[in-house]
């Protein structure tokens, strides 16, 4: 079954014209229509279709790009011109982007195949998919449960074999997360490796986006397509991308591996404890050393966290006034009317919540006790892996405290919040992060989180490789 | 540090939304319980540390003066809101 | 109950790089509505901004010509408010660190003494669009093209105790900023823009609470509303009232300043350090770079024009104070001319005909170079310096150049001391009373006999020579 290829091995396939693309993208087209995991926003079939028409001609001439053909599943925060782009939001409903993002244009300039847009938390503010306008998404493990978020719908989408990979984004861990609550790989890279421009802001200083795919391989393949410097990006770091295809298969004798005892204390449920810990055992049984390090700040993540991201969107959103695109409430009496409706009538909770904990945070006389105190804390939390990794290559731990949970079962914001406490330090620094599939708790997936230096991609794909080459859990899928 | 009704109603025509009465309640415990998080800043000594605005330590890159962009108004009015006479349109501000 | 003044001024300098400061479009004005502002300046969802290094560059040159510390990492921030010309809902400006800090200009007062002004800061931001409220009954019409335009904005310190003093001030920085090359003046198109910050207080008190006024766009009504202001805030205070802060616009059609609604209701900003720029470094290469770039500044060039051409204060405060009008002047006396003369040329007959024809002096229809061919017509004694402004007024209705004039309409000085000396002569010998009355002292027929000659040569003759000669022969 094609959609159950890799797309390591699908590129083969197209090249060896096992089969079209034409052929690929209809077969995925006819899975997504016939799924109810509600992981799609957008399905651009027309435009589908003839996207897979033009890469078949240009594979045909046999002068195609290493990604020309292959279908992907795009998340709705990213604009694609032409194209509705919603955010998850009704703010955006009716907005169809006049312009290209960088990465869908990088995706395009090779040819591929965009399915569809996929569904997401509204403004990527959430841990379960369950904050978008048009409703939740459910985990193809289980349907009664989250799919994770705020990239739920890409994690649904791969991990139910309706698409082979998705983009992702990931400001707390909202490509780790879903990725490891749906048991697929999702990697979001250092800060500044994939251009922002056009990727919809929530958090700028810790927004990042990344690939989510089945395997780690796929995972360097895409990453290859959507790395690199843009000069319409003031924050994208002027940073050579290296083939990260070619050092996957190195061996990781003698690799240091960092456990941070503050990821393994109580809040950590055990049966995930248990799917993380036989993950590393498997690591030393690959001859990795595996040492006890220590992140003391890192139980200071969550409040640093849920201030400067809400500071940083609390600003970010307020273009978002009903002028000159997206939603504008009925008869508006004057300028405050117009603002004050269409704002509040177009964001839905969750995101209203964290406009204001922002406003009031960068507030007179706030400014120096939140604001400013929480970018301390994240110049600590950052030191904190500094010296980590002085002593080791790689830091690991579980990326989530526990496995998928019942949808609507969350009510409270802040127990949302607290469950982010393992990937929220990863953006706080800057650094690159991986989930990768390591096994089951009560048959739901549990993800392990690879943590490394900036600009280690390389050594965490390799790391995530090696273990897919000896375990068998990336393999695993919810459909036939 | 509490909020009270007012205050976020005040906080809430900062960011221009709004709140309905019968939802004002709800919004300022919530609130507070999200505060309540944010409040343990307070008790972490950051001795002297700097503030990190960026985790790259990077400087901002300066772009040449070209004018490189075209006029593309026609399909930006086209999903415009309200538009008349080449302007976007609001309600009538008094100054 | 003597008040003072108390005023700080606040000038937008706009800086007229070709394309915006944060994105590629362009900057021309005159456009027709939102045909230049592209994505970055509509804030889109997902747009980023990216930072001209030629406005960095005009910054930097505004803080060496006032001898500014330039901060060499400064920060762009946010300063957010909700209006519908400013398209991100916030702004992106400098706050607590801005790229050009404390700096110093002199300025000249009426009483011909210098004052030193201080300058606070001076820092980068971008423009917001423009507001039109009457072009429907019902709605505000919003034009975008001026959304981002990169401005500059000055601020003095409350150094100065009077309207007069803080126009001084204000035609200074309008003045330099132009002589550097960083903004073209234009007040009616809004290239600069002053707001002033009033307070009074009595001698001896704190400072009083200030009124902000907007919407001032020439150096009259600059000193019209900050003289209006002083008088309302002096009668609030004699009648035991107090002065609110706030935003006040200058009406120039009532004369009258009244209080802005709304926009300035409570405003709090919450700056903080925008994430989607980092901090701008400034090199001393950079810095050196452009100290080398920069022209003489107009108070080294006055100090020169005195100095080493021996011109007074006054006139050379007068030949500097424009950069087109000291180029002019120094295209001349560069080329040999005598720098009196000259200045005196400038200052007197070119300044009155361009006045008069309101004609700004790089449109001069007598360029430079055919002022000074003229110049040393006079210098050469081909012409007496009244018929120069005969001949001058004909260059300037498009006859022809100086020589050509001069041969036309046979202007040319008599200087040949042998014709001279037969009509004087003549004179002398057809005038013999007056000779008699001069020799015995009415030394003041000189100029009877001066001016006969003048008849006799249709003014042609040479002033200088004909005094001689008549000193000569009638002595």
């Known amino acids: 079954m094609m959609h159950n290829l890799t797309i390591a091995e699908q590129i083969k396939g197209l090249k060896n014209r096992d089969f079209s693309s034409l052929e690929l993208t209809q077969h995925y087209l006819n899975r997504i229509d016939n799924s109810n995991l509600n992981a799609f926003i957008s399905v651009t079939s027309d435009q589908a279709i003839n996207q897979a028409k033009m890469a078949d001609s240009i594979l045909a001439k046999g002068n195609a790009a290493s990604l020309t053909g292959i279908p992907y599943a795009h998340k709705d925060i990213f604009c694609t011109k032409g194209i509705k782009t919603s955010a998850g939001s009704k703010m955006l409903d009716s907005f169809i982007s006049p312009y290209d993002a960088t990465l869908s244009d990088k995706l395009n300039s090779q040819n591929m195949v965009m399915l569809g847009k996929t569904n997401m938390d509204e403004f990527a503010m959430g841990s379960s998919n369950e904050n978008s306008y048009y409703g939740p998404v459910k985990n193809p493990w289980d349907t009664k449960k989250v799919p994770g978020g705020s990239s739920g719908g890409s994690a649904a989408a791969v991990a139910s074999r309706i698409s082979p990979f998705a983009t992702g984004t990931d400001t707390g861990g909202s490509i780790r997360q879903p990725a490891s609550l749906c048991g697929i790989t999702g990697l979001k890279p250092t800060y500044g490796r994939i251009s922002r421009y056009g990727m919809i802001a929530y958090a700028s200083s810790l927004d990042q986006a990344g690939p989510m795919t089945r395997t780690a391989e796929d995972s360097a393949i895409i990453l290859n397509a959507m790395a690199g410097f843009d000069s319409k990006d003031s924050t994208s770091a002027n940073i050579s991308v290296p083939d990260y295809t070619q050092n996957l298969s190195k061996s990781l004798k003698g690799l240091k591996i960092g456990l941070p005892k503050e990821y393994f204390s109580e809040g950590l449920d055990k049966g995930v404890e248990k799917v993380v810990m036989n993950a590393i055992n498997d690591y030393e049984a690959m001859g990795a050393k595996i040492i006890e390090v220590s992140l003391p700040n890192s139980i200071h993540a969550i409040p640093a966290y849920y201030i400067v991201a809400p500071c940083e969107c609390s600003s970010n959103l307020s273009r978002f006034d009903g002028v000159r695109y997206g939603y504008r409430c009925g008869d508006p009496k004057d300028l405050n009317d117009l603002y004050l409706r269409s704002r509040s009538e177009g964001f839905g909770d969750e995101v209203k919540r964290r406009i204001m904990i922002g406003a009031y945070a960068l507030s007179a006389g706030y400014y120096d006790a939140y604001y400013l105190k929480a970018q301390k804390v994240r110049q600590l939390i950052s030191e904190d892996f500094k010296v980590a990794f002085k002593e080791v290559d790689v830091v690991m731990g579980p990326v989530s405290p526990t496995a998928a949970f019942d949808l609507g079962s969350v009510k409270d914001p802040v127990s949302m919040y607290l469950a982010d406490i393992y990937t929220l330090s990863v953006n706080l620094a800057g650094l690159p992060g991986m989930s990768i599939p390591a096994g089951f708790s009560d048959n739901l997936p549990v993800g392990l989180q690879l943590i490394g230096n900036h600009w280690s991609e390389e050594l965490l794909l390799n790391t995530a490789h090696q273990f897919q080459m000896v375990t068998d859990w990336h393999n695993a899928s919810p459909v036939e | ?95 | 109950m003597t008040w003072e003044t108390v005023i700080g001024l606040e000038i937008h300098s706009q800086l007229k790089t070709k394309s915006k400061i944060f994105s590629g479009a362009s900057t021309a004005f005159g456009a027709k509505a939102n045909t230049q502002a592209c994505a970055v300046d509509l804030g889109y969802p997902g747009v980023l901004p990216v930072l001209n290094q030629e406005a960095v560059k005009m910054a930097l040159r505004f803080g060496l010509s006032v001898n500014a510390t330039i901060n060499k990492h400064s920060i762009f921030a946010r300063k957010n408010y909700f209006y519908p010309d400013l398209p991100k809902g916030y702004q992106i400006s400098q706050f607590e660190i801005p790229i050009v800090g404390n700096g110093v200009i002199d300025i000249s007062l009426e009483n011909g003494e210098n004052k030193i002004v201080g300058i606070t800061r001076a820092h980068l931001e971008e423009d917001a669009g423009k507001s039109i409220h009457d072009m429907y009954d019902e709605y505000t019409a919003i034009d975008l093209n001026r959304a981002g335009t990169p401005l500059l904005e000055i601020v003095s310190e409350p150094d100065m105790s009077s309207a007069k003093e803080a126009v001084a001030y204000a035609k200074k920085i309008h003045a330099l900023v132009q002589y550097i090359d960083i903004c073209d003046g234009n007040m009616q198109e809004g290239s600069f823009r002053c707001d002033a910050n009033v307070s009074v207080r009595k001698h001896g008190d704190k400072l009083g609470t200030r009124a902000e006024l907007k919407n001032i766009n020439s150096f009259k009504f600059l000193e019209k509303a900050i003289n209006l202001e002083v008088e309302r805030q002096i009668d609030i205070l004699e009648e035991g009232g107090s002065v609110v802060q706030e935003t006040r616009l200058y009406d120039s059609i009532k004369n009258e300043t009244r209080s802005m609604r709304s926009k300035e209701e409570a405003n709090d900003y919450r700056y903080f350090p925008d994430p989607d720029l980092l901090p701008v470094v400034v090199s001393d290469e950079l810095l050196l770079d452009i100290k080398k770039s920069l022209p003489e500044l107009p108070t080294e060039k006055k100090l020169r024009f005195v100095d080493k051409l021996g011109l007074s204060a006054y006139d050379a405060e007068i030949l500097t104070s424009q950069k087109e009008v000291a180029d002019y002047f120094e295209t001349i006396i560069n080329k040999g001319a005598d720098a009196k003369l000259s200045a005196n040329w400038v200052m007197g007959e070119l300044s009155a005909a361009l006045n008069k024809n309101q004609v700004e002096i790089n449109n001069s229809p007598i360029s430079s170079n055919e002022l000074f061919v003229l110049i040393s017509r006079i210098t050469d004694n081909t012409i007496s310096g009244k018929i120069a402004k005969d001949v001058f007024k004909l260059m300037w209705e498009g006859n022809g150049s100086v020589d050509e004039i001069i041969e036309k309409q046979g202007l040319k000085q008599m200087t040949d001391s042998s014709a001279l000396e037969s009509i004087i002569d003549d004179i002398i010998s057809n005038n013999l009373s007056q000779v008699k009355q001069f020799k015995d002292g009415n030394s003041k027929l000189l100029g009877f006999f001066v001016g006969q000659v003048m008849k006799a040569t249709q003014g042609k003759a040479n002033p200088k020579q004909v005094n001689q000669i008549l000193n000569e022969k009638l002595s």
């Open chain 2, 1 to 95: 540090m509490s909020l009270d009704k007012n205050k976020v109603k005040e906080i809430a025509f900062l960011a221009r939304l709004s709140i309905q009465d019968s939802e004002l309640e709800q919004s300022t415990q919530e609130l507070n319980n999200i505060l309540g998080l944010m409040d343990q800043l307070g008790e972490i000594d950051t001795g002297d540390a700097e503030p990190m605005a960026h985790p790259l330590e990077m400087s901002q890159r300066l772009r040449e003066d070209q004018v490189t962009e075209d006029d593309l108004s026609e399909e930006f009015h086209e999903i415009a809101p309200k538009t008349g006479n080449n302007h976007f349109l609001v309600p009538t501000v008094i100054e």
